[in-house]
T-cell receptor, first 115, second 109 residues
Framework: KAGVTQTPRYLIKTRGQQVTLSCSPI?????VSWYQQTPGQGLQFLFE???????NKGNFPGRFSGRQFSNSRSEMNVSTLELGDSALYLC??????????????FGEGSRLTVL | GQNIDQPTEMTATEGAIVQINCTYQ??????LFWYQQHAGEAPTFLSY????GLEEKGRFSSFLSRSKGYSYLLLKELQMKDSASYLC??????????FGSGTKLNVKP
């Protein structure tokens, strides 16, 4: 069974640009959530998608957005990049929405550097 | 949010036992998870506690006290490969996971 796949793995952008990250969940998993990981802050919840609907959103500005497709693949977009957006962006999939209390399966992440 | 607190870093010796503590706000609690993350890799699931008590899984055990808002992860017979960050995560209101900043464990020979 293939794991959670995130692309691209590494990318470098400059301030003001935008970026789109992709996540393919484990086959059969309908929930995809996104996290930002930085050394000082740990994992910060961005949003969760379930059956193409945003179920929850963390405390991030509107520059951070996402969507989920009918095949459960998800994308997140960050517009007008700032230096502070440099981080590892992790995607996690689960069989049910977070209300199912199941474990999360993480991808290896997309490491974004903003110059 | 939700003040998930765990120590930043710990050091222990190969073959020893180490306990990593995690405290959290109790309101809205629905379950506590521990994840292991090796440097440069994805976090992987270790354990899940929703009721009070100890859950044992091989060399790893996790304990929960819901009334105290307290959990610990116990690692026995430490091996060098156990050097990693250990993340405490709490599910609130069947809605969101909140993670602690992680505890970096260094295992020395």
């Amino acid at each position: 069974k293939a794991g959670v796949t995130q692309t691209p793995r590494y990318l470098i952008k400059t301030r003001g640009q935008q970026v789109t990250l992709s996540c393919s969940p484990i086959s059969g998993h309908r929930s995809v959530s996104w996290y930002q990981q930085t050394p000082g802050q740990g994992l910060q919840f961005l949003f969760e998608y379930f059956s193409e609907t945003q179920r929850n959103k963390g405390n991030f500005p509107g520059r951070f957005s996402g969507r989920q497709f009918s095949n459960s693949r998800s994308e997140m977009n960050v517009s007008t990049l700032e230096l502070g957006d440099s981080a590892l962006y992790l995607c996690a999939s689960s069989l049910e929405a977070s209300g199912g209390s199941g474990e999360l399966f993480f991808g290896e992440g997309s490491r974004l550097t903003v110059l | 949010g939700q003040n998930i607190d765990q120590p930043t870093e710990m050091t222990a010796t190969e073959g020893a036992i180490v306990q990593i503590n995690c405290t959290y706000q109790t309101s809205g609690f629905n379950g506590l998870f521990w994840y292991q993350q090796h440097a440069g890799e994805a976090p992987t699931f270790l354990s899940y506690n929703v009721l009070d008590g100890l859950e044992e899984k091989g060399r790893f055990s996790s304990f929960l006290s819901r009334s105290k808002g307290y959990s610990y992860l116990l690692l026995k017979e430490l091996q060098m490969k156990d050097s990693a960050s250990y993340l405490c995560a709490v599910l609130y209101n069947f809605n969101k996971f909140y993670f602690g900043s992680g505890t970096k464990l260094n295992v020395k020979p």
